[in-house]
């Protein structure tokens, strides 16, 4: 299994007002993301791997690595849970 | 939070924030069924001239355009969009740029071939089919063409059983308004989402025959009492505020007409710019058109500021403003209308 994900390109999605929005119209489904969700969001227009988003994270807000590396996790599971972040 | 709930919280943004959320783009006004109730142009009458349609090299741009300034729901309409030469690649190049999209239909073109292939869209958010009756005689005459029934309901089987979400919109008017229940009950029975649209408005050729069409006060009363009385209710506070009277046109909804016209919605070709002279963004954010749209209060509504049957209300400015040229204006069946909710609700 990779170690790097990205998000599902086949998935509409818009950013407004700075937070990303993705829709699943399979399910019917909206997510509105946070800042910092939708910061990550962006970062995986291309294959990132966790070390990846975490450097992105911790450049962006102040936040310590370690933290930030949960939060990236966190996030990671979620998102390919709903289906929204794929293996790349 | 729900879907339902942050989609409510999108389009509060856009409304707020003026973000063009959805818009619509009609394709063409050919069409291949010549409905009576029409808003395009008389289908009686020979197509009367215009520009040339928007070409595939003039829609990428928009597009890109579009996803700039905020949309996400883009809609195709026409005329029948489908019967559009290039639909296909219209579809492929929006859903390549993450629009969620949305096609309007007669639904008659849904053959398997295209069903399978609409199936196949990443991003497509939903069809909805236009219904005029619950058999094939009413609806047939309608739209004037036999047979069109049928191919209209098989094909809107035909995707549902896809797992596309296909809805039917039902137009009430003067040749159905007796098989409204029926129409229902047919959705209802197939398990189709529909919505029930009582509203007919002029044409944008400026001829007023579609509204020969539309129901009578004594038929709405029949309705409202039967088979629509679930949609009696009030649409607005007691008192409504100036953004509890307006409408998303402007802020959170746009349209782009088939040869470019860009307009507050779909349903008032107000015309604000053209994509041919500007781009859509700047049109958005620079047209007088649209910036007087989005700075009116109540009180602009001459006649609809004192009136009392605001919290009723189901004005439109489309059939406003194509009766009287005046987006603030007033459209009588509408005002009718609301006396009628009002006093059903008082029951």
Not at chain 2, 57 to 78: H, S, V, Y
Not at chain 2, 102 to 131: F, H, K
Request: aromatic share 8%; proline share 5%; hydrophobic share 40%.
């Amino acid at each position: 299994m990779s170690d790097r994900f990205r998000r599902d390109t086949t998935l509409p999605f818009q950013e407004i007002q700075g937070q990303a929005v993705i829709v699943v119209p399979a399910r019917r489904e909206l997510h509105e993301l946070d800042e910092a969700a939708s910061f990550l969001w962006r970062q995986l227009a291309a294959a990132r791997s966790v070390p990846d988003l975490v450097a992105a994270l911790c450049g962006e807000f102040e936040v310590e690595a370690d933290a930030a590396e949960s939060d990236v996790r966190d996030f990671l599971k979620e998102l390919e849970g709903k289906g929204l972040v794929v293996r790349a | 939070m729900s879907d339902c709930s942050i989609l409510d919280g999108l389009n509060a943004r856009a409304y707020e924030h003026c973000i063009p959320l959805n818009v619509t783009l009609e394709l063409t006004l050919r069409c291949n069924i010549r409905c009576t109730h029409c808003y395009n142009f008389d289908r009686d009458q020979p197509r009367p001239a215009s520009g040339p349609e928007l070409s595939l090299d003039e829609i990428r741009p928009l597009m890109d355009d579009l996803r700039r300034a905020g949309t996400l729901f883009l809609t195709l309409t026409g005329g029948e969009a489908m019967a559009h030469p290039r639909f296909w690649e219209i579809c492929d190049e929006a859903a390549s740029r993450g629009f969620a999209l949305s096609v309007l239909t007669n639904g008659t073109l849904l053959t398997d071939a295209a069903c399978e292939r609409l199936a196949r869209i990443p991003g497509l958010w939903g069809v909805s089919v236009s219904v005029y009756g619950a058999v094939a005689s009413t609806h047939d005459g309608v739209t004037q063409v036999a047979g069109s029934f049928e191919r209209t309901m098989s094909g809107s089987r035909r995707l549902r059983a896809r797992g596309v979400r296909t809805a039917l919109k039902f137009i009430v008017m003067k040749l159905n308004a007796a098989e409204v229940g029926a129409m229902i009950a047919m959705a209802d029975a197939e398990g189709f989402e529909y919505a029930v649209d009582p509203s007919i408005t002029g044409r944008y050729d400026g001829t007023s025959g579609s509204l020969d069409t539309r129901v009578d006060a004594a038929a709405l009363e029949d309705l409202y009492k039967g088979p629509l009385s679930g949609f009696v209710g009030p649409m607005r506070p007691e008192n409504p505020g100036d953004d509890d009277f307006k409408c998303n046109c402007a802020r959170g909804n746009a349209a782009v007409s088939s040869t470019g016209e860009v307009y507050p919605c779909i349903a008032t070709p107000l015309r604000a710019g053209s994509v041919r002279e500007q781009p859509f963004g700047e049109i958005w954010g620079t047209s007088p058109v649209f910036r007087r749209i989005r700075g009116l209060r109540i009180a602009d509504f001459k006649t609809c500021a004192p009136c009392g049957l605001k919290r009723w209300c189901r004005r439109s400015p489309g059939p406003a403003y194509l009766l009287t040229g005046d987006y603030t204006g007033v459209d009588p069946w509408t005002c009718a209308e609301a006396a009628l909710l009002k006093q059903l609700a008082s029951k």
